[in-house]
């Protein structure tokens, strides 16, 4: 079982509509990440949040908001959404110190009509 | 800028038979390097991980990967595969220092998807 937890396991939504990405873990770790994945695809970093601040921004589109209200949860806020953002969203946490990896979620499952 | 190469999209193997996935990174001061797992419609899960010390490294589920600084390979190993390795496999790499870490960009390679056949 993983010890990142992603709400919800599939979304579909419209162009138009808003929704959220619920990141949640109880490991004490300071930092989280929000990765897209696409299909046959590795990983791509989109936020980074350390000590619940916004450290790296990957140039991601203002469509997409995060959100880190404290140092357990990680939200990423959709708004007016294209088809390709369609994907995997991948959440990670990490306790920010050497010898520590980054520990995955199941990811929520993006469908953009 | 870091990068990781994995130079096979796609192996199959017998079940039974021995693996080698290949992997190389960028020249870096301080490589941290890291394989993880990926079922379908799954996370990424961690099989194993090198930051220092003895470069041959044992991970979960039986793999082992070797750290050669000389090649700058991390290639993941497993002597006899099973039917539930059948997975897509990263191998990843960070860049940073022990009084210094939270580099924080972990660089992912492309990925090799692994067949098992009976």
């Known amino acids: 079982d993983t010890e990142v937890t992603q709400t919800p396991k599939h979304l579909v939504m419209g162009m138009t509509n808003k929704k959220s990405l619920k990141c949640e873990q109880h490991m004490g770790h300071r930092a989280m990440y929000w990765y897209k994945q696409k299909a046959k695809k590795p990983p791509e970093l989109m936020f980074v949040?350390?000590?619940?601040?916004?450290?790296i921004n990957e140039s991601v589109p203002s469509r997409f908001s995060p959100e880190c209200p404290n140092s357990s949860l990680l939200n990423l806020h959709l708004h007016a959404l294209q088809p390709e953002d369609s994907a995997l969203y991948l959440c990670a946490s990490s306790l920010r110190q050497y010898n520590q990896p980054q520990h995955f979620g199941d990811g929520t499952r993006l469908s953009i009509l | 800028a870091q990068s990781v190469t994995q130079p096979d999209i796609h192996i199959t193997v017998s079940e039974g038979a021995s693996l080698e996935l290949r992997c190389n990174y960028s020249?870096?001061?301080?490589?941290?390097l890291f394989w993880y797992v990926q079922s379908p419609g799954q996370g990424l899960q961690l099989l194993l991980k090198y930051f220092s010390g003895d470069t041959l490294v044992q991970g979960i589920k039986g793999f082992e990967a070797e750290f050669k600084r000389s090649q700058s390979s991390f290639n993941l190993r497993k002597p006899s595969v099973h039917w539930s390795d059948a997975a897509e496999y990263f191998c990843a790499v960070e860049y940073g220092t022990i009084s210094n870490f939270g580099n924080e960009k972990l660089t992912f390679g492309t990925g090799t998807r692994l067949t098992i056949i009976p």
């Open positions: 020249y870096g001061a301080t490589p941290y």
């Open positions: 949040y350390s000590y619940e601040k916004l450290s």
